[in-house]
């Protein structure tokens, strides 16, 4: 802008120059062509004097003067004249454009001469006439010149006004376009800033009306004070607020109008540092209006500074907040009475309220939560199994972040004053505010240490066996699970599974009574625990854990974790065989026991927890089979004779209903003369399918599934009802008597002594004519066993103690067993013919037998030699394929009938049934 002014007065000065120039060359002109024109004057006076002179008449000397003067006058003005004169006219003499100049100074210099030649005429008095006449000539061709240079000197001033005003018009158009170049670029802007800046004022104006308005119309009250705190403006709501007008609040402090002496002094203090400070502050506070009463405003006070940064005073807004303080007192009071814990927190987590059972919940101090952002309550907070939470998932912080309430969430901290761990049931909910924006979170908890504490021993409880204290069934599927899982993990880990099952436990039971078997029961876990105990003389294996549970009954089970060769779990085994069998001294009483133990070791991939246990289950099953005492490894093959078993369980459960059993007897025979004695009633299965089903596959079966029972009734009663029958119908021929197998379980239930004696009387048979074949194995440990044994015989029935020579006790146990019978087993005759040691064996048994007044029966006799040696050894009674295979009630009244004292040798024909 400033260049364009500058440009524009350059112009115009320009111009006015030019203009100022063509007039003083105007003037110039003017004098110049006065000059020309007095010169034509001249040139004609001269004319007219010399023209008087020329007459000669008296006046002529004064013309002569006249002359004279005008001659020198001409030639003075000459010298000022011509210079300018030819400066002027020069360029255009030159151009040829201005001729008058020339004919001027020619005629002039002729007119000068002609004059001077007058007046030299004249002044020698010479006559003048014709000089006169000359220069009268001469005046006319002046006068004409000094005209003709006035028309040039014209026609060149009018040229140069032309010129001049055209310069004047150039300069006045440039200015004019500078001054719209000007307007354009500089003065549009500007007008429209300047209009810009007067709506800015007007909107500023505008504003300041409004919040002028505003500040008088708002409920809040507003308080404008100078920097010497001094009241200068109040709005409406002060007036009507505090009952101070105006005018009388003006100029005075704020405190002296409306200090209550129930306002915090340390509010009012932090108020006034602030202002002294020149800082805003905000606070709550109770003032008085005039009328006395009191209320609560929220202030929120603002320092004003002028444009330079000085402080002029402050303007305070306060806000009534009575209604709200009771509204909080409300809240408090009821936080203070809740039993429940609660903590209110903010949009940033930090807290921002408590109750005092929280407090005491926590074991935290108000101020130790207030402020802070505590989501987990300041302390390190875990879940339901013990493990931490993850921050983010701290019920608080979670509400916090996805706005959904939780509940029921529970919390484990460490918070008793002596660091004891605390349960809380938490429930949070999210705090919106009026627009439903999130902006905080309220959690309330109960204090569930208590009833966790005891729903925790509920759940160890329900996890331990009472009896023992040792883990349950649960625990043991668990530690497989574990182990189980642990090892598909880690491909070379192993584990064993060790199920055991105490051999004569029901009969402690039953013998001395539930007392006496729990006690059993505690010292067997105290063995195993004792057995198992690292550090034990048990071969330590690895770094194993050796977990041992009673999972019912007499049934315990240990787990072997961490071992894999079956040599180090099969020394644990035998180590708890032999711990097991240790005698028990139970409530006084000497008690025999001892376990068979199944293992399983390293199982199968696809196995589950029961399926190990059913196996470890079957082996232990297979264990029991092989006789007590003792262990078996599980193998896939057990599972199949499991399975077959049952089968025939089912089958056999049938066949005792659909009377597919049939019982058969085997002649016993005096060795000396071949007489029939007595026969041995033997069991028999025609199976429908199957055919004959022999009694060694059946009888373990039906012996495992109580089935025994049943079946042992119905061979008694049978063999009876036989031995009657046969005594009408052959009268002395007629066998003397009838053996009967009893199997251990039958030997436990005492009313076997109430059947048997019944069976004899239904029957009409004498006692004795019934013999019970016991195996030995059996008589001599059971006490259950022994007592029945003694029922019988006090019965008067006489007992036969079958298979001798297989069992563990030796001939020197034969006094102590109730026994009327030896019968030495198949085994020992079929090897006595060969074997020195089997026939002293027999031998000594036989003597043994006779000294304490037994019979002695030698079983399986095939050949005659055998039964030669037999006799010659000493036995009385043989029974035997050479004398007969065991027959049926028809086959064996021929075999009688077909008088058959004499051994006969029977083909290997299966016998008839009846
Ligand atoms: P056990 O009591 O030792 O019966 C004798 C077994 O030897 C019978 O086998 C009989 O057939 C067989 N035997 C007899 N003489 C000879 C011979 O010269 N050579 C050979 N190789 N064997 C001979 P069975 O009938 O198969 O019975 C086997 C076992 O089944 C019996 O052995 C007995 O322990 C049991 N048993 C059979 N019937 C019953 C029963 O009704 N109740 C009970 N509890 N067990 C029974
Ligand atoms: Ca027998
Ligand atoms: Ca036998």
Redesign the pocket.
Known sequence: MYVAIAVIAAAASLSIWQASSAEGQRAADAELIDYAAGRNVFAERLGRLAAEMRGGGPGSAEAANALRQHLTESRALALVFDPTLKARLGRDVARGTAIGLERWLAARDRLWHHAEVVLARVDGHDPAADAASALVAEADIGAAAARALVDDLRRLSQARSRAAVAWVRGGGALTLLLLGVLAFSVVEPTVRAVRRQHGRLADQAAELERQALVAERTDNMVVITNAERRIVWVNDAFVRVTGFAAERARGRLPSELLESPRADPATVERLLDAQQRGEGASAELVIRSADGTDHWVQIDLQPLHDRHGTLTGFISVQTEITALVSDRLKTAALMAVLPDGVVVRDGEGRVTAVNPAAERMLGLQRDRLVGQSVDDFGQPAVRENGVAFEPEELPGRWTLRSGIGRSDEVLGLRSGPDGSQRWLLVNTEPLRDALGQLSGAVSCFVDITEPRRLQDQLATAARTDALTGLPNRSIVLERITRALDHRRRHPGYGFAVLFMDFDRFKQVNDTHGHGVGDELLRQVAQRLTATLRPGDAVARVGHEQRTAARIGGDEFVIVLEGVRAEAPVLAIVGRLIEALNEPYVVCGFHVHSGASIGVVLDPEADATADSVLRDADTAMYEAKRAGRGRHALFDASMHERVAQALKMETELRQALRARELS??Y?PIVDLADGQLRAV?????WQHPVDGPV???AF?PVAEDSGL?TE??LF?LQTACAQLADWKRKLGAQAPQRVG????RE?LRQPRLIDEVRACLEDNGLEPRELQL?V?ESLAAQDAVVLDTLAGLRTLGVSLAL??FGTGYSSLSCLHKMPIDTV?I??SFVADAEGSEYHRVVIQATLSVARTLGMASVA????TDGQAALMLALGCQLG????FS??LDPGALTRWLRAGQPQPQLLPETAPARS
């Open positions: 019982v058969v085997q041995e009633a033997l069991v028999r022999p009694p060694s009888i025994i079946l042992g061979v009967v197998n009893l199997s039958q074949e195996t079958d298979d019968k087993d198949r079983e399986g006799i095939e029974q035997g394929y050479r295979r065991p």
